[in-house]
């Protein structure tokens, strides 16, 4: 069974940072792609942030949404089946809860359907 789990949302301030984790179990973790998704109160779910499975030698690529380009990072540590979003310079747009997803292919990684598993979400809340 196919579990992923969240961590590390919280309470921050304007300009601040916060690291979210997510630790996958039930898959073979090097041949998944591994998405950020983030929904708002009253809005839809949004694309933040994608990497690829590792491509032959070459490692994953990675995509992003523009509003946190240069702003967030994501990252994967394929020993440890997780995958981890670094978001700096926080503002009040990006208090959503926010999901990690996964899924064996490699294409349209910015569309939520293109996900097969999601976890449960953790939520991140910037405030002053």
């Known amino acids: 069974q196919v579990e992923l789990v969240e961590s590390g949302g919280g309470l921050v301030q304007p300009g601040g940072s916060l690291r979210l984790s997510c630790a996958a179990s039930g898959v073979t973790f090097d041949n998944y792609s591994m998405g950020w998704f983030r929904q708002a109160p009253g809005k839809e779910r949004e694309f933040v942030a994608a990497?690829?499975?590792?491509?032959?030698?070459?490692?994953?690529?990675?995509y992003y949404r523009d509003s946190v380009r240069g702003r967030f990072t994501i990252s994967r540590d394929n020993a440890k089946s997780s995958v981890h979003l670094q978001m700096n310079s926080l503002n009040y747009d990006d208090t959503a809860v926010y999901y990690c997803?996964?899924?064996?292919?490699?294409?349209?990684?910015?569309?939520?359907?293109?996900?097969?598993?999601w976890g449960q979400g953790t939520q991140v809340t910037v405030s002053s």
């Open positions: 990497i690829s499975a590792p491509i032959n030698w070459s490692g994953s690529v990675t």
């Open positions: 997803a996964a899924t064996p292919g490699a294409s349209s990684l910015r569309v939520s359907s293109s996900y097969r598993h």
